[in-house]
C-alpha cells in the first residue's frame, strides 16, 4: 500500500501526551474571539437590549482588542475572594453534561437524584491546574483594572450569591458620573456652507474628540496607497461617488480605531441619505448626539459662492464680509469650481431630498440655527452637548416613548 494513503495509525500513548499537554484544547487566536464577539454584538437584540459578556477579556491585550473593536462596557464587575476558597470552590464543581448546568458537592446540590447521578468533574478543574490559572489571572488583574477604571467595581464573591447577585445589580443598574458629559459620539448634518467643519474643530478642540470628516477620511485612505486606496483612488479622481460599501468599511475601520471608541468622535459628511444612516447603525455606530445645523439657500449662496480662497498664504476671502486687503491679494484670488451658484443648487437640492428621511430616523436629533456667529453657534451646540443622555436611545429610526 501507498505510504501517503495507508491510514494513519495514533499510538494509545499520544492520547495521554495531549491530555497533559492540552493538545485538544488549544487556544483560539485573540483576534478571532474578538470577531466573533463583535459580529455577535452587532445582532438587533444586543443592539436593543444590551449584553453581558463574561469570560473575556482575561488579559490586558484582549481588553485593549476589545476596545479597538468598539466594543466598550457601561459596567465592569470584578469578583473577587481568597484564593483558598476559590479553589475550594473549582475542587467542588460538578457539571450536567446534558443541560450545562453547574452545581457545587457544598453549596449548589440538585434536589432530583438523577440529575445528582450524572454529574461529573471537569478534567481542568484539578487543585493544580486551578492555582496555575489563579497565577493567571493575579499576573493580568492589575492591567485590567487600569483598563477599565472609570467603569469598574469590585465586589466580594466570598459571601452567599443572592447578597452577590444584589450587588452586582445595583450597580449594574447605576448611572456613571464622569468629568466630562460623556464619551461623544456626535453626528453633525447640515447643507454646504453650515459650518459643519468649523463646528466639528470647536468640539474636538475642546472635549478631545476624533473629529472625522469623511471626504478627507477617504482621501487620506487613498493616499496612503494601500488596497482600499487603489480601490477608490478611480472614484476620487474622476469625481464619481465612491460606493456606500467601501465607504462603510473606510468608516467603521476608523471608527472602530482606540482613540475613536475611548475618546468619541465627531462625525460630518455621513450618512448622506437614509440608506446610509442605517447602514451605520447596522454597524453598532450609534451616535449619542445629532445635531442638524440649519440655514435657507439664500444663506448658503451668499455665504459659499462668494467665498474665494488666496493661493499664496491659504487665507479665505469673503467678497461681503472680508473682502481683499489689497488689489494684489485680490486679483490672485481663486474660487473653487464645487462653489459655483449652479453646482451650490445642485448640492443643495440633493441635501434637501434626503433630509426629511433624516430627520425621521433621527428623532431626538436638535436643530440649531447657523445663520449666526459661529461661536454663537458653538454655545448653542455646547450646550446640548453637556446635559445628560437620555435614559434610551432611538433604534432604527423608532421613535423613543
Same mark, same amino acid.
Given at each position: 500500500?501507498?505510504?501517503?494513503?495507508?491510514?494513519?495509525?495514533?499510538?494509545?500513548?499520544?492520547?495521554?501526551?495531549?491530555?497533559?499537554?492540552?493538545?485538544?484544547?488549544?487556544?483560539?487566536?485573540?483576534?478571532?474571539?474578538?470577531?466573533?464577539?463583535?459580529?455577535?454584538?452587532?445582532?438587533?437584540?444586543?443592539?436593543?437590549?444590551?449584553?453581558?459578556?463574561?469570560?473575556?477579556?482575561?488579559?490586558?491585550?484582549?481588553?485593549?482588542?476589545?476596545?479597538?473593536?468598539?466594543?466598550?462596557?457601561?459596567?465592569?464587575?470584578?469578583?473577587?475572594?481568597?484564593?483558598?476558597?476559590?479553589?475550594?470552590?473549582?475542587?467542588?464543581?460538578?457539571?450536567?453534561?446534558?443541560?450545562?448546568?453547574?452545581?457545587?458537592?457544598?453549596?449548589?446540590?440538585?434536589?432530583?437524584?438523577?440529575?445528582?447521578?450524572?454529574?461529573?468533574?471537569?478534567?481542568?478543574?484539578?487543585?493544580?491546574?486551578?492555582?496555575?490559572?489563579?497565577?493567571?489571572?493575579?499576573?493580568?488583574?492589575?492591567?485590567?483594572?487600569?483598563?477599565?477604571?472609570?467603569?469598574?467595581?469590585?465586589?466580594?464573591?466570598?459571601?452567599?450569591?443572592?447578597?452577590?447577585?444584589?450587588?452586582?445589580?445595583?450597580?449594574?443598574?447605576?448611572?456613571?458620573?464622569?468629568?466630562?458629559?460623556?464619551?461623544?459620539?456626535?453626528?453633525?448634518?447640515?447643507?454646504?456652507?453650515?459650518?459643519?467643519?468649523?463646528?466639528?474643530?470647536?468640539?474636538?478642540?475642546?472635549?478631545?474628540?476624533?473629529?472625522?470628516?469623511?471626504?478627507?477620511?477617504? $482621501? %487620506? @485612505?487613498?493616499?496612503? !496607497?494601500?488596497?482600499?486606496?487603489?480601490?477608490?483612488?478611480?472614484? /476620487? =479622481? #474622476?469625481?464619481?461617488? *465612491?460606493?456606500?460599501?467601501?465607504?462603510?468599511?473606510?468608516?467603521?475601520?476608523?471608527?472602530?480605531?482606540?482613540?475613536?471608541?475611548?475618546?468619541?468622535?465627531?462625525?460630518?459628511?455621513?450618512?448622506?441619505?437614509?440608506?446610509?444612516?442605517?447602514?451605520?447603525?447596522?454597524?453598532?455606530?450609534?451616535?449619542?448626539?445629532?445635531?442638524?445645523?440649519?440655514?435657507?439657500?439664500?444663506?448658503?449662496?451668499?455665504?459659499?459662492?462668494?467665498?474665494?480662497?488666496?493661493?499664496?498664504?491659504?487665507?479665505?476671502?469673503?467678497?461681503?464680509?472680508?473682502?481683499?486687503?489689497?488689489?494684489?491679494?485680490?486679483?490672485?484670488?481663486?474660487?473653487?469650481?464645487?462653489?459655483?451658484?449652479?453646482?451650490?443648487?445642485?448640492?443643495?437640492?440633493?441635501?434637501?431630498?434626503?433630509?426629511?428621511?433624516?430627520?425621521?430616523?433621527?428623532? $431626538? %436629533? @436638535?436643530?440649531?440655527? !447657523?445663520?449666526?456667529?459661529?461661536?454663537?453657534?458653538?454655545?448653542? /451646540? =455646547? #450646550?446640548?452637548?453637556? *446635559?445628560?443622555?437620555?435614559?434610551?436611545?432611538?433604534?432604527?429610526?423608532?421613535?423613543?416613548?
Amino acid at each position: 500500500m501507498d505510504a501517503t494513503t495507508k491510514p494513519l495509525r495514533i499510538p494509545p500513548e499520544m492520547s495521554i501526551y495531549a491530555e497533559e499537554h492540552d493538545i485538544y484544547e488549544l487556544e483560539i487566536p485573540v483576534d478571532i474571539w474578538i470577531k466573533l464577539i463583535q459580529q455577535r454584538l452587532l445582532k438587533i437584540d444586543c443592539v436593543r437590549q444590551g449584553w453581558v459578556l463574561e469570560g473575556i477579556p482575561q488579559t490586558h491585550r484582549e481588553a485593549v482588542s476589545l476596545q479597538e473593536a468598539g466594543v466598550i462596557p457601561d459596567h465592569v464587575v470584578l469578583l473577587e475572594a481568597p484564593d483558598a476558597v476559590l479553589i475550594e470552590r473549582s475542587h467542588g464543581k460538578r457539571v450536567d453534561p446534558i443541560t450545562g448546568d453547574i452545581y457545587h458537592v457544598t453549596f449548589i446540590w440538585p434536589e432530583d437524584n438523577e440529575v445528582a447521578h450524572r454529574l461529573e468533574r471537569q478534567t481542568s478543574d484539578s487543585e493544580e491546574q486551578g492555582v496555575t490559572q489563579l497565577m493567571k489571572q493575579h499576573q493580568e488583574v492589575t492591567a485590567l483594572r487600569r483598563t477599565y477604571q472609570y467603569c469598574l467595581k469590585s465586589i466580594d464573591a466570598d459571601q452567599p450569591f443572592v447578597d452577590v447577585f444584589d450587588q452586582v445589580l445595583t450597580y449594574v443598574l447605576s448611572r456613571h458620573r464622569s468629568v466630562a458629559p460623556h464619551t461623544p459620539r456626535v453626528l453633525l448634518f447640515g447643507p454646504p456652507g453650515s459650518g459643519k467643519s468649523l463646528q466639528a474643530k470647536l468640539i474636538s478642540q475642546k472635549y478631545n474628540t476624533v473629529n472625522l470628516c469623511c471626504s478627507e477620511l477617504l $482621501e %487620506a @485612505v487613498c493616499a496612503d !496607497a494601500t488596497s482600499m486606496g487603489e480601490l477608490i483612488k478611480p472614484y /476620487l =479622481e #474622476s469625481g464619481q461617488q *465612491v460606493p456606500d460599501s467601501m465607504v462603510l468599511q473606510i468608516l467603521t475601520d476608523r471608527l472602530s480605531k482606540l482613540d475613536c471608541t475611548t475618546r468619541g468622535w465627531v462625525l460630518h459628511g455621513f450618512p448622506r441619505d437614509l440608506e446610509q444612516a442605517e447602514k451605520l447603525q447596522e454597524a453598532n455606530f450609534i451616535p449619542s448626539r445629532v445635531f442638524f445645523l440649519e440655514m435657507t439657500d439664500d444663506v448658503v449662496i451668499e455665504r459659499v459662492s462668494l467665498t474665494s480662497v488666496d493661493p499664496v498664504t491659504g487665507d479665505r476671502y469673503h467678497s461681503l464680509y472680508k473682502p481683499a486687503p489689497s488689489p494684489k491679494v485680490q486679483g490672485r484670488l481663486q474660487f473653487h469650481p464645487k462653489d459655483s451658484e449652479a453646482q451650490l443648487l445642485q448640492r443643495l437640492k440633493e441635501y434637501w431630498a434626503n433630509s426629511s428621511s433624516l430627520q425621521a430616523f433621527y428623532p $431626538e %436629533a @436638535v436643530h440649531i440655527s !447657523a445663520d449666526q456667529d459661529p461661536h454663537t453657534v458653538f454655545e448653542s /451646540l =455646547e #450646550s446640548r452637548l453637556v *446635559v445628560p443622555l437620555p435614559k434610551s436611545l432611538p433604534v432604527k429610526g423608532e421613535n423613543s416613548t
